[in-house]
């Protein structure tokens, strides 16, 4: 099995910053995409940033310039650095992995999920 845990998230002013963490352990071949969704109350959830194999990245507009997402494949870990943080930003992250367990199988996985709230 493949367990993804994520930390970092918390309470933060508005303009501050946090560093999300997400490491991946368990049955892992190799490790596809990786990614960062979050969900506010009441709202779907949405794709705020992802990393391909071969550090190719993507961003929603709405982090754009202020968020960086990075990994550690040596740790099979996904980072992501929240910097000039709004209260907008408030809502559960999550991490979401393409995880192939062996050269023939691969599975989508998500980790809890970390709360990160932006005071004004």
């Known amino acids: 099995q493949v367990q993804l845990v994520e930390s970092g998230g918390g309470l933060v002013q508005a303009g501050g910053s946090l560093r999300l963490s997400c490491a991946a352990s368990g049955r892992i071949f190799s490790i596809n995409a990786m990614r960062w969704y979050r969900q506010a109350p009441g709202k779907q959830r949405d794709l705020v940033a992802a990393i391909i194999s071969g550090d190719s990245t993507n961003y929603a507009d709405s982090v754009k310039g202020r968020f960086t997402i990075s990994r550690d494949n040596a740790k099979n870990t996904v980072y992501l650095q929240m910097n000039s943080l709004k209260p907008e930003d408030t809502a559960v992250y999550y991490c979401?992995?393409?995880?192939?367990?062996?050269?023939?199988?691969?599975?989508?996985?998500w980790g809890q999920g970390t709360q990160v709230t932006v005071s004004s």
């Open positions: 979401n992995a393409a995880i192939r367990t062996t050269p023939w199988s691969t599975g989508d996985y």
